[in-house]
């Protein structure tokens, strides 16, 4: 059975880019969230195996939804997407429970091989 994966993004063009990276490599993309509370929201409903979630974003941003995420399910697996110049976040984002970063532009093999990490 393919891995579900929840894609969070405030642009929908990565959105369209992250899900047609993993459709194409096998992945099973359940559901796309444009801010970190309707993300928060559709975990609880979709229950996925990973989320790729942005950093940056309108009403609650990336981090703050991940440290939710985790208190819904301390083993949730949260890959976080950053744009170049935003170590400090990427940072805060792994102490906050990230299991790993891919940085935009995506390029699909270091999605694919941070992806398939994360999900053992």
């Known amino acids: 059975m393919a891995n ?12 369209m880019m992250i899900k047609d990276i993993l459709t194409k490599n096998g992945f099973d993309v359940v559901g796309e969230a444009a801010d970190g509370a309707q993300a928060l929201e559709m975990y609880k409903e979709l229950q996925p195996d990973l989320v790729t979630m942005d950093i940056t974003m309108p009403e609650m941003d990336g981090i703050t939804s991940l440290k939710e995420i985790k208190k819904v399910n301390a083993n949730a697996k949260v890959i976080m997407c950053s744009a170049m110049g935003q170590q400090a976040m990427v940072i805060d984002a792994i102490q906050a429970g990230a299991k790993d970063f891919i940085v935009k532009p995506f390029q699909a093999d270091r999605v694919i091989e941070a992806i398939s990490k994360a999900l053992g």
Request: charged residues 35%; hydrophobic residues 65%; proline residues 0%.
């Open 4 to 15: 579900k994966i929840l894609v969070v993004d405030d642009a929908a063009f990565m959105r």
